[in-house]
């Protein structure tokens, strides 16, 4: 499988989620702008984690050193996937040099482009690898660059009705999701078919005494043809 699945998400997991989607394989591109934030064919291990949040409606700036100062947590949290991970990288950089993002714990597979979950696996990072790796953007493990010297959660930045929304989804990379559940109905219907985006609007259009209850109720009153 190429990308991971994703129960329960919250806003992280679906940035990781998109990245993983459409950027596995794609070439390590020193200060590459990839598309829709540029015109590169790849981009840097910064770039990606810009990417990814800016897909689900977080601004992050442009390089480690300024990321690693934005919603940052704790080094003891328990990781969630989307977390970033810090780390030194090239010693003629002043660290932070490097970032992953995180995945959650279990194995890589076929040319690192597949992870395997295990409770009893290892730490593993979507990754934009400093060399011109056939491999291209794809898994690592974190211990492989550790140690780890910032974690943030720019999932905390996405405003609370987004988070509520997000968390009740679940979003598999290249698998369509069931036509019976609520966000792929909706998202056909208002010509949003990625769930991330559409919660950002939903966030906007649903009142918030409402958001509760969304995965019951409160769907039934939005108009999606007009979203």
């Known amino acids: 499988m190429t990308g991971s699945s994703y129960n329960q998400l919250n806003g992280g997991a679906a940035a990781l989620a998109f990245v993983e989607a459409t950027m ?9 702008d990839y598309p829709p934030l540029g015109t590169s064919v790849g981009t840097d291990c910064s770039g990606l984690v810009q990417l990814a949040y800016h897909h689900v409606g977080v601004n992050l700036p442009r390089t480690t050193e300024e990321q ?7 080094l003891g949290s ?3 996937p989307g977390d970033c991970l810090y780390f030194t990288g090239s010693p003629t950089d002043p660290p932070p040099g490097h970032v992953g993002i995180y995945v959650g714990v279990g194995s890589i597979g076929v040319r690192q482009h597949e992870f395997l979950p295990n409770a009893h696996g290892a730490a593993v990072m979507f990754n934009a690898p400093y060399t011109d790796d ?14 780890i010297l910032f974690i943030t959660r720019p999932a905390n930045l996405l405003p609370e009705a987004v988070q509520r929304l997000i968390k009740g989804m679940t979003y598999t990379p290249n698998i369509p999701m069931a036509d019976g559940d609520w966000l792929v109905y909706g998202g056909k ?11 950002k609007v939903l966030a906007a259009k649903i009142p918030e005494k409402q958001l509760n209850d969304y995965q019951i109720k ?10």
């Open 218 to 227: 409160a769907l039934d009153t939005v108009e999606w043809g007009e979203l």
């Open 189 to 199: 219907k208002a010509g949003i078919p990625n769930p991330a985006e559409l919660a």
């Open 134 to 147: 056939p491999y291209g953007i794809r898994y690592d493990y974190v211990a492989q660059l550790a140690p």
């Open 68 to 74: 690693c100062n934005v919603a940052q947590i704790p």
């Open 24 to 32: 596995m394989g794609k070439p390590y591109v020193f200060g590459g």
């Open 78 to 80: 328990i990781k969630k």
